[in-house]
């Protein structure tokens, strides 16, 4: 399980829907996808909300089409509740490190998600299949 933190670093000219610049997450899916068949990441963006950048975005929506779940959470003490933006999961008002435990438990219960063919590109019938299992991890943490 890995928490990737949001640190909002100036880009400068990156693409927002290229992902190649996020060189630690993408690493972290390709030894997953090798090692560790269960294995999800937790976003912990800017607060209260989890909101991320583009880049950060694009390389953690990899994860998802690549079978590895990602919860977003905001920094901190979150005084509000972070919305759920598919195709990953609200951890609600959740710290990290309590969104890590319960996305753990939701692997164990649920299994993990499909894999698309195309991770960067998901036809429509493999995004529909992750939704409805991400549905699954999601009842979990509305009700935690």
């Keep these: 399980m890995t928490i990737v933190?949001?640190?909002?670093?100036y880009a400068g000219d990156a693409?927002?829907?290229?992902?190649?610049?996020?060189?630690?997450?993408l690493a972290r899916i390709e030894k997953n996808l090798r090692q560790a068949p269960l294995a999800g990441f937790v976003g912990e963006g800017m607060a209260p909300?989890?909101?991320?950048s583009?880049?950060?975005?694009?390389?953690?929506r990899r994860a998802v089409f690549s079978g590895m779940p990602v919860v977003k959470v905001g920094r901190?003490?979150?005084?509000g509740f972070t919305p759920r933006i598919p195709p990953f999961l609200s951890g609600t008002n959740l710290t990290a490190t309590k969104a890590r435990l319960l996305?753990?438990?939701c692997l164990m219960k649920c299994g993990s998600l499909p894999v698309a063919v195309n991770p960067n590109n998901p036809t429509q019938a493999e995004f529909e299949a992750t939704m409805a299992r991400l549905d699954e991890y999601q009842s979990v943490f509305d009700t935690h």
């Design 54 to 60: 583009p880049e950060v975005d694009a390389a953690l």
């Design 103 to 105: 996305l753990m438990a």
């Design 49 to 52: 909300y989890g909101i991320m």
């Design 15 to 25: 693409d927002p829907d290229d992902p190649t610049g996020e060189v630690d997450i």
């Design 76 to 79: 901190g003490n979150a005084e």
């Design 5 to 9: 933190k949001e640190s909002y670093q």
